[in-house]
């Protein structure tokens, strides 16, 4: 019958309607701002730069400026230079450092891929994701200041990463200093013990 | 593969609004329809020279959204071509990833686990029920159900979305398959959680198409509208579900059998008339032949790593030589052809893309046919103006 399928169909948008007040299946809305979904561990939006001590933001960044982020970006949104003298970092290594570190969040496209070519775990994705500005250059044009975050924010918006990037980052660490303190052994094994005789010296050609 | 075990594609022939013709013949009227009219999906524009309300020339226009995707391919390291697939058909990211991971892979040897191969189906076919689902939400907003079925179809986008963010950290710009497999596993639980929609998924189907599948006015306003003859489509080089529903059963996950396809049980429903109905009823059903597939693969899914050990990131120069390699998207065959001349660009990259070429048809479709039925004939062709402009 003409017609019939058009009520099947009001049917459905009925069931629909009354649902929607009475089904918690149905209540779809997130009554943003007052509510808020839980964002997942996953979500990135745009990048940070982990510092190690929340008091020396600035002395403990684990960025060495080797500028692979800024050469892999996609949008090339990352402005990096380096510094002309050393500091030492977490390892005690003496590391060059980013004087200026720039990341224009209004170019930024949240792909990730600085995150992931960063062979010193230095650049994470934050989760912050109300940063209306009224200037492109002041509020988006992120400097180092402001980019840096410690350890311990990490931990709060990615915890299994962050997990594993420590657990990484210490299995590193213990190598290294194993590897330090070998060197030193056998600096001072070398010193302690009677220094080789020389080979005895072979007799001069004739001129 | 074969029509016959297939249900019936339309429950019974609806009654017909012929488009009634002005018996006065004036002058014809040229209107420039877009680019920013909201029933042309984005910025596209069609010049339409109309006899009264009659179609008599069409012509779409576009390149406002052009942003020189393949150049920019070009001038940047194949990782970081990656990111700007997400923004070709921005609706099927994760199938964009895949065709483009499939030609990096070919053209440098690269082999991908198993629980990759499994992670890709699963997504691409979420990635198709939630292309599908728009698509039917969207036509039938063109066709002037204001809301509710754009409504409900986005209810259950937003599932899928929110477990592709959660699972990749965005919604839509997802940016997940690398060269060599996927970036990161299934977080604990995503899995599961993928089970329950995929079970609640034909329930939603079932109302869906009570909804709409028999109503009236839907086949008023589709039955043999925008009628394509298969010889026209094969011969235009039209693809995806609006090739199948002309009535060429051809579907690239059977006959290229990438992936781990040819392991799982499906078949390819195809049309018998190629209207705009036959569109979208072949959609309607490659999306209940999706729901088989992500339980096939949901239930075999191994345990194991996502990422090749011997995969690089960066530094990565595949051996000078040329691939196409292509995949059933959602909207058709997507394709990348790459030239390498070893270097750490490729020399050429090139997209394919499935909603362009089966744009091109368009004013064949629409010739004789009222302009509200251009607008719906334009929603069952599926396109993204993304991946039409690049």
Same mark, same amino acid.
């Given at each position: 019958?003409?017609?019939?399928?058009?009520?099947?169909?009001?049917?459905?948008?009925?069931?629909?309607?009354?649902?929607?007040?009475? +089904?918690?299946?149905?209540?779809? &809305?997130?009554?943003?701002?007052?509510?808020?979904?839980?964002?997942?561990?996953?979500?990135?939006?745009?990048?940070?730069?982990?510092?190690?001590?929340?008091?020396?933001?600035?002395?403990? !960044?684990?960025?060495?400026?080797?500028?692979?982020?800024?050469?892999?970006?996609?949008?090339?949104?990352?402005?990096?230079?380096?510094?002309?003298?050393?500091?030492?970092?977490?390892?005690?290594?003496?590391?060059?450092?980013?004087?200026?570190?720039?990341?224009?969040?209004?170019?930024?496209?949240?792909?990730?891929?600085?995150?992931?070519?960063?062979?010193?775990?230095?650049?994470?994705?934050?989760?912050?994701?109300?940063?209306?500005?009224?200037?492109?250059?002041?509020?988006?044009?992120?400097?180092?200041?402001?980019?840096?975050?410690?350890?311990?924010?990490?931990?709060?918006?990615?915890?299994?990463?962050?997990?594993?990037?420590? @657990?990484?980052?210490?299995?590193?660490?213990?190598?290294?200093?194993?590897?330090?303190?070998?060197?030193?052994?056998?600096?001072?094994?070398?010193?302690?013990?009677?220094?080789?005789?020389?080979?005895?010296?072979?007799?001069?050609?004739?001129? | 593969?074969?029509?016959?075990?297939?249900?019936?594609?339309?429950?019974?022939?609806?009654?017909?609004? /012929?488009?009634?013709?002005?018996?006065?013949?004036?002058?014809?009227?040229?209107?420039?329809?877009?680019?920013?009219?909201?029933?042309?999906?984005?910025?596209?524009?069609?010049?339409?020279? $109309?006899?009264?309300?009659?179609?008599?020339? $069409?012509?779409?226009?576009?390149?406002?959204?052009?942003?020189?995707? *393949?150049?920019?391919?070009?001038? &940047?390291?194949?990782?970081?071509?990656?990111?700007?697939?997400?923004?070709?058909?921005?609706?099927?990211?994760?199938?964009?990833?895949?065709?483009?991971?499939?030609?990096?892979?070919?053209?440098?040897?690269?082999?991908?686990?198993?629980?990759?191969?499994?992670?890709?189906?699963? #997504?691409?076919?979420?990635?198709?029920?939630?292309?599908? &689902?728009?698509?039917?939400?969207?036509? !039938?907003?063109?066709?002037?159900?204001?809301?509710?079925?754009?409504?409900?179809?986005?209810?259950?986008?937003?599932?899928?979305?929110? !477990?592709?963010?959660?699972?990749?950290?965005?919604?839509?710009?997802?940016?997940?398959?690398?060269? @060599?497999?996927?970036?990161?596993?299934?977080?604990?639980?995503?899995?599961?959680?993928?089970?329950?929609?995929?079970?609640?998924?034909?329930?939603?189907?079932?109302?869906?198409? *009570? $909804?709409?599948?028999?109503?009236?006015?839907?086949?008023?306003?589709?039955? /043999?509208?925008?009628?394509?003859?298969?010889? !026209?489509?094969?011969?235009?080089?039209?693809?995806?579900?609006?090739?199948?529903?002309?009535?060429?059963?051809? +579907? #690239?996950?059977?006959?290229?059998?990438?992936?781990?396809?040819?392991?799982?049980?499906?078949?390819?429903?195809?049309?018998?008339?190629?209207?705009?109905?036959?569109?979208?009823?072949?959609?309607?059903? *490659?999306?209940?032949?999706?729901?088989?597939?992500?339980?096939?693969?949901?239930? @075999?899914?191994?345990?194991?790593?996502?990422? +090749?050990?011997?995969?690089?990131?960066?530094?990565? /120069?595949?051996?000078?030589?040329?691939?196409?390699?292509?995949?059933?998207?959602?909207?058709?065959?997507?394709?990348?052809?790459?030239?390498?001349?070893?270097?750490?660009?490729?020399?050429?990259?090139?997209?394919?893309?499935?909603?362009?070429?089966?744009?091109?048809?368009?004013? +064949?479709?629409?010739?004789?046919?009222?302009?509200?039925?251009?607008?719906?004939?334009?929603?069952?062709?599926?396109?993204?103006?993304?991946?039409?402009?690049?």
């Amino acid at each position: 019958m003409l017609g019939t399928g058009l009520l099947k169909g009001l049917g459905v948008t009925a069931k629909n309607l009354v649902g929607s007040f009475y +089904d918690p299946k149905r209540f779809v &809305t997130t009554q943003y701002p007052e509510e808020r979904t839980k964002l997942p561990e996953a979500y990135r939006n745009f990048p940070f730069l982990v510092s190690e001590s929340p008091e020396d933001p600035m002395g403990t !960044l684990r960025c060495v400026a080797c500028q692979i982020c800024e050469k892999e970006c996609p949008p090339q949104c990352i402005y990096i230079e380096k510094s002309r003298d050393k500091k030492p970092d977490a390892n005690g290594k003496m590391q060059i450092y980013p004087a200026v570190f720039d990341i224009d969040t209004a170019v930024c496209m949240s792909c990730q891929i600085c995150v992931e070519v960063c062979p010193f775990d230095a650049i994470k994705m934050d989760q912050v994701f109300e940063i209306a500005a009224t200037d492109r250059f002041t509020g988006l044009l992120l400097d180092r200041q402001a980019l840096a975050k410690p350890n311990s924010y990490f931990h709060q918006i990615h915890p299994t990463e962050a997990e594993e990037v420590d @657990g990484r980052l210490a299995a590193a660490r213990r190598a290294a200093e194993e590897k330090a303190r070998a060197a030193a052994a056998a600096k001072a094994a070398a010193k302690a013990a009677p220094p080789a005789q020389p080979p005895a010296e072979a007799p001069k050609p004739a001129p | 593969m074969s029509a016959t075990d297939l249900p019936p594609l339309a429950p019974s022939p609806g009654p017909r609004i /012929r488009a009634v013709h002005d018996e006065f013949h004036g002058d014809l009227l040229e209107v420039s329809m877009g680019p920013h009219h909201p029933s042309t999906h984005g910025v596209f524009r069609m010049n339409v020279t $109309l006899d009264g309300e009659t179609v008599m020339k $069409l012509k779409p226009v576009f390149g406002y959204l052009h942003r020189n995707h *393949e150049k920019i391919g070009e001038n &940047t390291s194949y990782l970081s071509s990656m990111p700007y697939t997400d923004r070709l058909d921005y609706l099927c990211s994760m199938t964009n990833n895949w065709a483009y991971a499939l030609a990096v892979e070919r053209l440098s040897g690269q082999a991908v686990p198993e629980r990759a191969e499994y992670l890709r189906v699963i #997504l691409a076919e979420l990635t198709r029920l939630l292309n599908h &689902t728009c698509l039917a939400g969207f036509l !039938l907003q063109d066709g002037g159900a204001s809301g509710t079925p754009l409504m409900y179809a986005f209810r259950e986008r937003e599932k899928i979305l929110d !477990l592709f963010e959660s699972l990749s950290g965005s919604r839509m710009m997802c940016n997940f398959q690398r060269f @060599g497999g996927c970036r990161t596993d299934a977080p604990a639980g995503w899995l599961d959680s993928v089970r329950r929609l995929v079970d609640g998924y034909g329930k939603f189907l079932d109302e869906y198409e *009570e $909804l709409l599948t028999g109503n009236e006015i839907l086949m008023a306003r589709t039955q /043999r509208i925008g009628r394509l003859p298969a010889a !026209l489509a094969v011969s235009a080089g039209i693809t995806g579900p609006m090739l199948r529903a002309a009535g060429v059963p051809y +579907d #690239l996950r059977k006959v290229e059998g990438y992936g781990f396809y040819p392991r799982f049980e499906f078949r390819v429903p195809i049309g018998a008339d190629g209207d705009t109905y036959d569109r979208y009823m072949v959609r309607v059903l *490659e999306m209940r032949e999706s729901i088989k597939i992500l339980q096939q693969a949901l239930r @075999g899914i191994p345990e194991g790593p996502v990422m +090749d050990p011997k995969a690089r990131l960066r530094g990565f /120069r595949p051996k000078p030589g040329e691939v196409y390699s292509r995949i059933e998207g959602p909207k058709g065959e997507i394709g990348f052809y790459l030239i390498s001349e070893g270097g750490p660009n490729p020399y050429r990259y090139r997209v394919r893309p499935p909603s362009l070429i089966n744009l091109t048809l368009l004013e +064949d479709l629409c010739l004789g046919h009222s302009i509200a039925d251009a607008v719906v004939i334009l929603g069952s062709i599926d396109i993204v103006l993304g991946e039409v402009d690049r």
